[in-house]
Every structure is written in C-alpha cells, then in structure tokens.
C-alpha cells in the first residue's frame, strides 16, 4: 500500500506487509539511476518500458527512512515523496510502520495545536524560529499555567523535526488523553546558533574531530546556549502561560540536541530540574570546569 509519508494521491513509494519498499521513480531519458536510503540500500534502479525505473527493497526496520535518488550522478528527491529536512538538506523519506504500534498516530482524542514563533536574539542578532506545541484547551483554560519541555533535534535536522518526523504532537496528544501524563507545553527549537558578527571558518578538508572542527563546534554550542538561556527561554515565558522555575522545566534532546541539552542544563541547573538525552554525548569542553550539585 502506499507510504503514509507520500504526497497527497501517490501512489509510490509502497510499503507492503514484509516491510519492504517499492520506489517508482519515472526518468525516461536517463542512463543510470540510483536509489540512496541513507540508512538502507544504496542500489541501481531497473528501468522499466514505461520511462519507469523501480527498485524493491529487502525487509527495512520500522520508523521513518530517508532517501534521495541520483539521476546520471545528479542527487534529486522523489517528487512520490513528502519532504523532511534531514542531512543538512530537504530529502525524501519513506515511513516505514512497525505491526501493532499506534502510539505516534493521530487519533479520535483532543488534540493540541502546534504554533510557529519567531523571537529576536541578541546573542545572534537575528530573528529565530520555533515550534510550540500548546496541549488541548490551552485556549479555552485561560487561567491554567503549564510546565514546559525544550526538545531538540538531532544534527542534520531542524526544529521541524520532532513534528514532521517525530510527530511528538500526536504523541503527546494520546499520553495526555491516556492520562499518562500531565498537559504541558513543548518548545522545539533550530539549535543551530552563531554570535553576531561571528565568521564559520572554511573546513574543508578538516574531518569530524579535527581541533578546527572542535573549535567551531565549541563557539556555536555556546551561542546556543547563550541563545536558550537569554532570548528563548524569556520569550516563552512571557509569550505563553508557562509555570515559571525550575521545578517546572525540562530540556531534552536527541544526539546533538541531547550534547547541548547536557551543556544547557549542567551550566544552568538554577534553570532546569529534568534532563534527557538520547545518543547525545557530553560537551566536555564546555562543562569541564563545572561542578555538578546536587538538587
């Protein structure tokens, strides 16, 4: 059957009952074409009579896969597909749904709304963009103050993603009418930050780890921080009815989302009372002249 993640009427991507893809890409003047999952089969396409070419994947996990297609060497997406931001660059994706598991679905509940911000920064001297998540009947409860969760990407990724791929909303919608966890709201931010004024080196040829790459990684992890702590965080609070101290504050995040969550929260503990990091590493340049107390 078709993919959930295909644009309105497609038809392929198809996922059928053993998990595997089938992608139809039409190019009838190509020579070669190629099909590139980032995580799944980099493999030559098949084309068909029809200016067709397709290609049937083996068995692939459950979750969301993305993928591009090379057309005679030219990296495209598939027109078949809706586009998520991920690598640093708008690529198709094919969600691929796990037997039984309903959790991240839109369903007969009350549903939250999801509200895009931009707030000024004086740390980068721009305007920046978030997604909020306000759970059901924050506007009809007017006197109600909730707790607030920061939730970050991963790199390669922007604040769209906890929503379009991640679909945190609908989740979050189905644990609160579960009752499994209280009403709250959720900020999602772009945790891509630089200091006004600042000049990204050029890195070419400098790999992952090399002391340049450290160095910049270093100065924009601060800007984020900074950012968070002095423009973000105000700007909820006085833009939403959030319950205001660390009692009532989160932050997590996913890889490099869950590295700045760590140095966010580990330099602010006055700021924060829950953490989570899921595959992030500790920014050990940042924190380790910190002292971790106890709260």
Do not use: C
């Not at 994947?57 to 979750?63: H, L, Q, R, V």
């Amino acid at each position: 059957m078709p993919a959930t993640s295909n644009v309105l009427d497609a038809q392929f991507p198809k996922v059928d009952g053993n998990s595997r893809v089938q992608i139809r890409f039409k190019a009838p003047e190509a020579t070669k074409v190629k099909l590139n999952f980032w995580s799944g089969p980099k493999a030559d396409m098949e084309k068909q009579a029809d200016g067709f070419w397709t290609f049937t994947t083996p068995s692939m996990a459950p979750g969301l896969h993305y993928y591009t297609v090379i057309v005679d060497g030219a990296e495209v997406s598939d027109p078949g597909s809706t586009a998520y931001f991920g690598g640093s660059k708008w690529a198709s994706a094919v969600e691929v749904p796990e037997a039984g598991v309903d959790f991240y679905q839109a369903k007969d509940v009350p549903h939250g709304q999801v509200r895009e911000v931009w707030y000024h920064s004086s740390v980068t001297g721009t305007w920046r963009h978030a997604f909020v998540y306000l759970p059901p009947d924050y506007d009809a409860q007017t006197k109600t103050r909730y707790p607030v969760l920061y939730l970050q990407h991963g790199g390669g990724e922007d604040e769209s993603g906890w929503i379009r791929q991640g679909k945190a909303n609908f989740i979050l919608d189905n644990l609160i009418a579960s009752g499994s966890t209280r009403p709250m709201i959720i900020v999602m931010a772009n945790g891509y930050a630089s200091r006004e004024g600042y000049l990204v080196p050029d890195l070419t040829g400098k790999p992952f780890g090399s002391p340049e790459f450290m160095k910049v990684m270093q100065e924009r992890m601060g800007a984020f921080e900074d950012d968070m702590t002095k423009a973000l965080i105000p700007f909820i609070d006085k833009t939403f009815r959030t319950l205001p101290g660390r009692e009532h504050r989160a932050m997590a995040g996913l890889s490099m989302g869950g590295m700045q969550t760590f140095q966010v929260t580990f330099n602010h503990l006055d700021l924060f009372s829950y953490i989570g990091g899921f595959s992030g590493a500790a920014n050990v340049f940042a924190m380790g002249n910190n002292k971790l107390e106890q709260r």
